[in-house]
Structure formats: C-alpha cells, structure tokens
T-cell receptor
Framework: AQSVTQPDIHITVSEGASLELRCNYS??????LFWYVQSPGQGLQLLLK??????LVQGIKGFEAEFKRSQSSFNLRKPSVHWSDAAEYFC??????????????FGKGTHLIIQP | EAQVTQNPRYLITVTGKKLTVTCSQN?????MSWYRQDPGLGLRQIYY???????DKGDVPEGYKVSRKEKRNFPLILESPSPNQTSLYFC?????????FGQGTRLTVV
C-alpha cells in the first residue's frame, strides 16, 4: 500500500532564510505527487504537483519541489521564506485508480514556524 | 470559479444526535471524497465516490455513511456521533490531476 512520510513534525526558520521540507513516499508505480499548504483556519491549497517529465517543478508562492526516484523523495524548497509562509504543509501521493489525484494519501504534515 | 462548498463550517453537537455535513462541487467531477484531519495524523480518507450511486470505504469509515444521488453533491452522515468523531472534516472533488478541497467543517461532539 502507498504511504507518505514527512520526517519533520515542526520546522523553525528565520524570515529570509531558505527552506526545505522533506517528503518520502512509497508507491508501486510512477507516483503522482502533490504538496498542499494549510494556513491557520483555512482549507488546503495546492502548491505544486508532479506527474512526469522535468523532475524540478515550480509552484505558486515561489515554491519548488524536486522528484528523485532513486530516493523516493519529493522535497519542497523555497529560497527565502516570508512570515506569511507560516502554515502546515502536507505532501501527498496519488493513490486512486491509476494513481491520480482521485484518492490521495497524505503525510502527517510539517508545521512551519517563521522567526522574525 | 471552481468551488467545493461545505456546510456547516462549525458544528457542536451531542453524542447520538444524527447530523449531516453537506458538500457540493461545480466542476462536474466524477470523483468526490471525504477526509478527516486530526493533529499529528494528517488527513485520512473516510469514504469516496467514483460516480453517482458508486461509493466505497476509505481508510477510516467506521461511524460514517455517505450517499451520492447527484453528481454535484456528496453528503457525509453521522448517524450516531461520538466524541471520537470530533475532528476537522474536508470534502474533496477531484479530476485525475488535481483535488479541490472545501473550507472544512470543524465538528465537536460532546
């Protein structure tokens, strides 16, 4: 069965510093991979997604992620964080029929704290 | 505008009192699903539906029911809520390439 591991429950970063959030997945085929962000009291917003092709994908709000098949990883990065990036971040693998977004398995989330 | 609408946003109820959380989408998606979010556990799928009159259990279906009589609506039913169903609930409507989430329903069962 598919699974997603986000090893870091909490991460604290200074404003303006770079960020990397880790995500490892387990899936039997080529995965569909997603990163979502949840701001306090809000729903889930899609940051970026990977299906195939270029392994470095660009998303909204200046985020990017790199798919590494050999490491079963899909880490999220941002060169310079802003206070507004403080939120909960979820990595997900498409686990529906054929592995698409119709049926997502989520990691447990990483809570990002931004220090002034 | 693509939209998934859940109601209510907040609900406090008592143990055993039946309730329904509604979910509606305007994207003509065949696939819809319900998730619950609990601290430290991420989001877990409760039920999903691949089309009208086609529903199936997700990872945590106990204590929940769903129905899919129309393509746009996918209500979540708690026939006899218990305190362990206190949670944040999300409805999702999906194409193959993207899932759209509602704003969430925060349910408290006392």
């Amino acid at each position: 069965a598919q699974s997603v591991t986000q090893p870091d429950i909490h991460i604290t970063v200074s404003e303006g510093a770079s960020l990397e959030l880790r995500c490892n997945y387990s899936y039997g085929a080529t995965p569909y991979l997603f990163w979502y962000v949840q701001s306090p009291g809000q729903g889930l917003q899609l940051l970026l997604k990977y299906f195939s092709g270029d392994t470095l994908v660009q998303g909204i709000k200046g985020f990017e992620a790199e798919f590494k098949r050999s490491q079963s990883s899909f880490n999220l990065r941002k060169p310079s964080v802003h206070w507004s990036d403080a939120a909960e971040y979820f990595c997900a693998v498409g686990a529906g029929v054929g592995g698409g977004a119709d049926g997502l398995t989520f990691g447990k989330g990483t809570h990002l704290i931004i220090q002034p | 505008e693509a939209q998934v609408t859940q109601n209510p946003r907040y609900l406090i109820t008592v143990t055993g009192k039946k309730l329904t959380v509604t979910c509606s989408q305007n994207m003509n998606h065949e696939y819809m699903s319900w998730y619950r979010q609990d601290p430290g556990l991420g989001l877990r799928q409760i039920y999903y539906s691949m089309n009208v009159e086609v529903t199936d259990k997700g990872d945590v279906p106990e204590g929940y029911k769903v129905s899919r009589k129309e393509k746009r609506n996918f209500p979540l039913i708690l026939e006899s809520p218990s305190p362990n169903q206190t949670s944040l609930y999300f409805c999702a409507s999906s194409s193959r390439t993207e899932a759209f989430f509602g704003q969430g329903t925060r349910l408290t069962v006392v």
